[in-house]
């Protein structure tokens, strides 16, 4: 049986841009179909049915007709906007880094249905107002799960002994995770992890994400571990997340992106 013509999903919306004089293409995040791409056909012009609808960071309900280089959007309604998620720049910055990553995460018109489970809820809880950075933390640790590349934080990745408090450790991505300090390796001064930075590594993986919430952390150990997860990620993905520097920017209060420039927007 031929699959049908017409189609409708829940999808969330990874990254646009503007084709033609008022079309835009869009990379749409969907369970059972994975991404894929589809066209909005005047969406751009003032009187469209689709505009306000088809916007990023909300979930959609999109009624989709199969073409021959891009599926077609007909129809779309607003399931949830999340327009909490939007009420700071870090945490829409964030919003966007994430979505990214699910985008490099995954193929075209492969089912993936868990990974969409989890971008969503990262979105409810930077709705709910959950500092960005946990989200963050625990979006990555779980989207390495989902990937099959789970850190090692409790055995040296090398030797397979249990690591002790009291020794000293190295965070090796390449390798999967904590090295021990007996084990041959990348100079230690490059790669040392604290104590303090482990233990929080241990806590994404273990802790459910109200646990997290209510943790009581310094900065410090969340900026290690931070740059830890991004590290794990870059090699785990092959590449550095574009949307980083965007996030990175607001971060420091800079404006070299301009007020109206958004990640995703091509
Ligand atoms: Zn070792």
Redesign the pocket.
Known sequence: MPAPRLYVTDAIVLSRFDYGEADRIMTLFTPEHGKLKAIAKGVRRTKSRLGGSLEPLAELRVALARGRTFDIVTQVEVKHAWLGLRDSLESTATAWYLAELADRSMEERHAAEALYVLLRRAYELLDAGMSAGRVARWYEMRLADELGVRPEVDR??????VLEVDEGFRWVPPLGGV?????PGPPAERTALSLDALKLLKAYQRMDVEALAALRLVGAVEREVEAAMRDFLRVSLERDARSLDFLDEIRRGGSAFGGRSRIGDG
Request: aromatic share 10%.
């Open positions: 040296c990745v090398e030797c397979d002994r090295l021990c300090y007996r084990c």
